[in-house]
């Protein structure tokens, strides 16, 4: 496999996991619930419109939240994480913002 020139070198990913995205330095986090309703198909499309997660971020949130029972499928500040879990909770799949 080729390396990708403008790919994150591993090396990289834990001083960018640190950075805050929020200037006041705190960030909210969206978790999904796993629930016996929705089909997997719709939660993975819900959270590629909504959460503007590639397909593949889709399916392993839903799978984590199928086995684990919950899965952070967001994270970022009050407002981004709010409207994410409105638009959520509005097609009625279980999220809670912590």
């Known amino acids: 496999m080729q390396k990708n020139a403008g790919a994150i070198n591993q090396r990289e990913l834990p001083e960018l996991a640190s950075k805050s995205l ?3 330095g705190t960030e909210r986090q969206l978790i999904l619930f796993n629930d016996e309703v929705n089909t997997f198909d719709f939660i993975i499309d819900s959270l590629i419109r909504v959460c503007s997660h590639t397909f593949e971020q889709a399916e392993q949130c839903t799978l984590i939240a199928h086995y684990k029972g919950k899965c952070v499928i967001k994270t970022g500040s009050d407002t981004e994480v709010q409207q994410c879990a409105d638009a959520l909770t509005r097609l009625k799949i ?5």
């Open 22 to 24: 929020d200037p006041s």
């Open 94 to 98: 279980s999220v809670e913002v912590n």
